[in-house]
């Protein structure tokens, strides 16, 4: 556990605060958990997670099959949308729908969900196969899929019944990993996609990959360069990898500002843009996820979560509690980042 003793890690359990071994005495948050909440549908190597801020809803891809909806008002599991929905992936909402990405052996979809009565009110076969992420730009109606696979984006309209608009080609040409999950910035008019060990920023006005930078990355057979957020209040990306740092970039030239360490690789970026933090779950195991300061760009906690595949995660940005997927148990974790004087009173 990277040096944290025993005695630590006991009185953390006993409190109910989750301590790191990068969390130092200054650090301005403790981590409280606030509940566990059993999620139904198999256990395992899920996949997203996401909040949904029009109806304060999370968003989880199950391992295998299905998809479950939890209220962040009561913490329960509102619905269980499963059956012939394999392998699902990314995900993304409109007022009215939500767009789930599942990759089976013989299933490549676009699924839409009706936020009233989540039904599925239609599955569109996507043009490739290995459908992942998903990015929803809500302003024009139109939505986006990366197929892992043929190594390009999709674009679709929105709506009840999406329709098929174009594809657009990422870089390099023959990826080895290929793509993962991109972050749709509607502001900048740009898709920021990782391929490979490479960054690339899309432009959602041409469909052109506009910019592409190598992150310099050791390739794994997941990748190197991972999902991230966008900091508008500091104009900054924060870029997962595979390696043991996350990555900070200017948006506008795709330069590093920052290489920010972790505790291991990072399949998913969440954000809270109220209080500045930025946290980073991991795949391999890994049983937590890390906690960042966006105004210092240094890291402030890892959090333990003591399930494995805690490799995805979510913000409420109405009351900046953490859900943080533990695939292994099936579970969604909930933190509060708590004022560390007001958790020592």
């Not at 790191?20 to 059993?38: D, E, H, N, R």
């Not at 499963?82 to 676009?110: C, E, F, I, S, T």
């Not at 900091?231 to 900054?236: I, P, Q, S």
């Amino acid at each position: 556990m990277r040096g944290l003793s025993k005695a630590l890690l006991g009185a953390a359990l006993v409190s109910g605060f989750a301590i790191g071994p990068c969390l130092a005495s200054s650090s301005p948050y403790t981590f409280k958990l606030v509940t566990t909440i059993q999620l139904q549908g198999p256990k395992g190597h899920g996949d997203i997670a996401s909040y949904d801020p029009t109806n304060g809803m999370v968003y989880v891809s199950m391992a295998k099959d299905g998809f479950d909806i939890v209220d962040t008002k009561t913490n329960k599991v509102v619905a269980y949308i499963h059956g012939n929905l394999p392998a699902p992936n990314g995900q993304d909402y409109d007022a009215n729908y939500v767009y789930w990405a599942v990759a089976g052996d013989k299933v490549n979809q676009l699924v839409v969900v009706d936020k009233k009565t989540w039904k599925v009110v239609d599955r569109v076969n996507t043009k490739g196969t290995s459908p992942d992420g998903v990015q929803v730009d809500r302003a024009s109606d139109t939505v986006y899929v990366t197929s892992d696979d043929n190594n390009w984006i999709e674009k679709y309209k929105g709506g009840a019944h999406p329709t098929f608009v174009a594809k657009w080609a990422l870089y390099p040409d023959k990826p080895k990993a290929g793509p993962d999950v991109g972050a749709l910035v509607p502001s900048l008019h740009a898709i920021f996609q990782p391929d490979d060990a490479y960054y690339e920023k899309v432009d959602t006005n041409t469909g052109k990959v506009v910019k592409s930078v190598d992150e310099n990355l050791k390739l794994t057979k997941h990748g190197g360069t991972k999902a991230s957020i966008y900091d508008a209040t500091h104009n900054r990306l924060w870029l997962g990898t595979t390696d043991d740092e996350v990555i900070v970039v200017d948006p506008g030239t795709l330069k590093t500002i920052a290489k920010v360490p972790d505790h291991g690789g990072i399949d998913d970026v969440a954000f809270d843009p109220k209080l500045g933090l930025v946290y980073a779950f991991g795949g391999n195991g890994r049983m937590g996820f890390d906690a960042f300061d966006a105004n210092t760009m240094k890291p402030i906690a890892f959090v333990w979560t003591h399930v494995g595949q805690t490799h995805t995660g979510a913000v409420d940005t109405a009351n900046d509690e953490v859900y943080a997927f533990g695939g292994v148990g099936g579970e969604l974790f909930v933190y509060k980042p708590v004022k560390a004087e007001s958790a020592a009173k």
